[in-house]
T-cell receptor, first 113, second 111 residues
Framework: KAGVTQTPRYLIKTRGQQVTLSCSPI?????VSWYQQTPGQGLQFLFE???????NKGNFPGRFSGRQFSNSRSEMNVSTLELGDSALYLC????????????FGPGTRLTVT | GESVGLHLPTLSVQEGDNSIINCAYS??????FIWYKQESGKGPQFIID?????DKRQGQRVTVLLNKTVKHLSLQIAATQPGDSAVYFC??????????FGTGTSLTVIP
């Protein structure tokens, strides 16, 4: 069974731009969660989608948004990029809602210049 | 936010020895805990989890212990192997359905 895939793997953007990251969950998984990982803040939860609905949200500004499609694939969007948004963005999928037995993708490394 | 911290940022063990990685958490209402392993260039990998109604849970070569009295979580790895070298994170879910990760402990296995 294929694992969680994320595209692109690497991305360079400039301040003020927007970016869209994509995540394809493991087949049959309906929950997708997004996380930001930085050396300073560690791993932080962004949001969780289940059955195309955002079920849970971490403490991030409204510039961070996401959506989930009917095939469970998910996208995350960051608008008006700031230097501090440079991070590894990870998505994780699971069968059910709520952080249980999540499987992570390799992440998208975003660099904002 | 919640405080999920680790006592030691780095840990070195001899191959074949047992490893113990510790984690302190601050929210006594947290009801679910997970240990993850992250190798360089990869996303975190689920190792083992435990719910707050349990004190101990065992997997293959790993054991998680939960002490709710002192809000402490530990991961024990038996017969540590070079492939166990990685950063280990604990994470907790609170009853408000928020999820917090610790800062991580880097485990190095010396052959």
């Amino acid at each position: 069974k294929a694992g969680v895939t994320q595209t692109p793997r690497y991305l360079i953007k400039t301040r003020g731009q927007q970016v869209t990251l994509s995540c394809s969950p493991i087949s049959g998984h309906r929950s997708v969660s997004w996380y930001q990982q930085t050396p300073g803040q560690g791993l932080q939860f962004l949001f969780e989608y289940f059955s195309e609905t955002q079920r849970n949200k971490g403490n991030f500004p409204g510039r961070f948004s996401g959506r989930q499609f009917s095939n469970s694939r998910s996208e995350m969007n960051v608008s008006t990029l700031e230097l501090g948004d440079s991070a590894l963005y990870l998505c994780a999928s699971s069968l059910s809602q709520g952080f249980y037995e999540q499987y992570f993708g390799p992440g998208t490394r975003l660099t904002v210049t | 936010g919640e405080s999920v911290g680790l006592h030691l940022p780095t840990l070195s063990v001899q191959e074949g020895d047992n490893s113990i990685i510790n984690c302190a958490y601050s929210n006594s209402a947290s009801d679910y805990f997970i240990w993850y392993k992250q190798e360089s260039g990869k996303g975190p990998q689920f190792i083992i989890d435990i719910r707050s109604n349990m004190d101990k849970r065992q997997g293959q070569r790993v054991t998680v212990l939960l002490n709710k009295t002192v809000k402490h979580l530990s991961l024990q790895i038996a017969a540590t192997q070079p492939g166990d070298s990685a950063v280990y994170f604990c994470a907790e879910k609170d009853t408000g359905n928020q999820f917090y990760f610790g800062t991580g402990t880097s485990l190095t296995v010396i052959p």
